[in-house]
């Protein structure tokens, strides 16, 4: 029997943090859970594909700008009955492949993201993380960066990701429900360097602004030319 998970993977130039998101990837492996790897290029100018096919991912081509497209591209390629959607530059923690599987195995009529965590050592990077956490348990409205695990089945049942240039992420978790959504305990490490730059809380209240904004009707076009 084929192993069930195909992990999708949007990428842009990012090859300082895809490696370590691959690595991460290994305890799937050994468990015997992926089936296959498909990173989806938007385009990248150094080594992101290189990097990807060396380490045995099936390397695609976006067919159009955006992650929404990417996310698309990929699933229209998988072969797998569970889909992991993550980011490039998140990295599981090595427990993700065990509290997966049982999810896979005991909650197939629901969705999964996982508990979010900066790779940073910013005084501000577990408070950001907890209130993210604190949102998705109660709001049922993870980050994208939590990645996101979920059935071929429930997948087509909702319609997948829209055709959209932003927000794409909060869109299919609306779409799924706080009901249909499980939070792992395993972590999702993801790169600091937006909030390193930015700021830490000038980012957090950014980004909450602007799914305050979209949750109120703003057009995704509009919110896409505020968010960098």
């Not at 300082?16 to 989806?40: K, Q, T």
């Not at 900066?118 to 994208?144: E, F, Q, T």
């Amino acid at each position: 029997m084929p192993a069930p998970l195909s992990i999708i993977i949007p990428a842009l130039d990012a090859e300082a943090v895809l490696p370590l998101c691959l690595a991460a990837l290994m305890p799937g492996l050994e468990a015997g859970l992926i089936r296959e790897v498909i990173l989806i290029d938007g385009g990248s100018e150094e080594q992101t594909r290189r990097l990807a096919e060396g380490a045995g991912a099936t390397v695609l081509t976006a067919p159009e700008p955006g992650r929404a497209a990417q996310l698309r591209h990929g699933f229209d390629h998988a072969r797998g009955d569970w889909l992991l959607f993550l980011h490039a530059d998140t990295a599981l923690s090595r427990d993700w492949a065990e509290r997966a599987k049982t999810h896979i195995t005991d909650r197939k009529d629901k969705a999964a993201t996982f508990t979010l965590a900066y790779r940073s050592d910013h005084p501000m990077a577990k408070v950001v993380a907890r209130r993210a956490n604190w949102r998705a348990r109660a709001l049922g409205l993870p980050y994208g960066d939590q990645g996101l695990l979920i059935s071929r089945k429930l997948y087509t049942e909702i319609g997948g990701f829209a055709d959209t240039p932003f927000m794409e992420d909060v869109q299919i978790i609306r779409a799924l429900g706080k009901k249909r959504l499980s939070l792992l305990s395993a972590e999702a490490r993801t790169d600091a360097s937006k909030y390193d730059r930015d700021g830490w809380r000038k980012r957090s209240w950014r980004n909450a602004y602007l799914i305050t904004r979209y949750l109120l009707g703003a057009k995704p076009e509009s919110l896409a030319k505020l968010y960098k």
